[in-house]
């Protein structure tokens, strides 16, 4: 049964390739799809995923979830829509669902019904993380080299222009959005703010406040900034410090938490009877409440004890 099910599924995405994507022949090009004036006729695919986006960007706007969920995918420095995403992962969760149905039974179909979602979350979360973690390690970088175009003579705008242009992403493409903004008219403290709450720098909070002192009292803006630089590069490296002294308590945390998994694995494939006795009886359950409830406790008391914030 499996096994007809998988043909049947690789037969009809070798069909889908060859009618929508293979070319169909060296077949003229029609001479209306060279004229500027007229607009190309919307396919059926495409526009179904138009309404379908639609429809989604109303559902969230309508729940005020529509703000939250942009910021989410800016932080985590991805060019793809709200609309788009949510899409995606709804599509995916489907036929994991489907797939699990089929495959191990209505258990395993709506694991993955919630596991899909889930993974998108941790992995939006995991991104902004990352990019998080690499703008403020670059920070003093570029606040040397804002200085560095200041002394040169150029102005600030200038100065942050060469930082876009000239640093690494994920600094110079936040970099590139202040510069953007402001050519459009907005005004550059709040351009800066906006930046330093998006990725959850402190550091940059006071970039942006130098700045914007600078710009209602004046004085020398590179003396300010290579303070403020000299001052980040130092957290930078107590920060850097702390993480390579927490890595072992972090580890142990890792495999204390993945140990009653890995347990529960080798028994369920060595002797499945022993565990069968869990499930068999209210007590069985309450049994495996208790510990699930236990290892919560003790994985948040983990994370408190091993993640150090300065």
Not at 60 to 79: S, T
């Amino acid at each position: 049964m499996l096994l007809a099910v998988g043909v049947l599924a690789v037969a009809a995405a070798l069909l889908v390739l060859a009618l929508v994507v293979l070319p169909a022949g060296p077949g003229r090009v029609p001479l209306n799809r060279l004229d500027p004036s007229v607009v190309p006729s919307a396919s059926a695919f495409a526009g179904a995923g138009a309404a379908a986006g639609a429809a989604v960007e109303k559902a969230l706007a309508k729940r005020g979830r529509a703000a939250a969920g942009v910021a989410a995918l800016e932080r985590a420095g991805m060019a793809m829509t709200l609309p788009n995403f949510v899409l995606t992962v709804g599509l995916t969760a489907v036929v994991g669902g489907a797939v699990g149905l089929v495959l191990g039974g209505p258990v395993l179909g709506l694991v993955l019904l919630c596991v899909v979602p889930l993974g998108a979350k941790l992995l939006l979360t995991f991104r902004a993380s990352r990019r998080q973690a690499a703008f403020a390690d670059q920070l003093d970088d570029s606040l040397q080299l804002m200085a560095g175009s200041l002394r040169a003579g150029h102005s600030l705008l200038r100065s942050v222009d060469s930082v876009a242009s000239e640093a690494d992403a994920p600094t110079s493409e936040e970099f590139s959005r202040i510069v953007n903004e402001t050519r459009v008219g907005r005004d550059l403290n709040d351009a800066l703010d906006e930046v330093a709450e998006r990725m959850g720098s402190d550091d940059f909070t006071w970039v942006a406040q130098a700045i914007a002192i600078h710009r209602e009292v004046g004085g020398n803006l590179a003396e300010v900034l290579d303070a403020v630089g000299h001052t980040i590069r130092e957290r930078n490296a107590i920060r850097r410090q702390v993480k390579a002294l927490s890595a072992e308590g972090k580890l142990s945390a890792v495999v204390l938490m993945a140990l009653p998994f890995g347990v529960t694995f080798f028994i369920s494939m060595t002797n499945p009877g022993y565990l069968a006795k869990f499930t068999e009886s209210v007590t069985g359950f309450a049994m495996l409440g208790a510990a699930g409830l236990m290892l919560l406790v003790g994985g948040l008391w983990l994370k408190s004890t091993v993640k150090i914030k300065f």
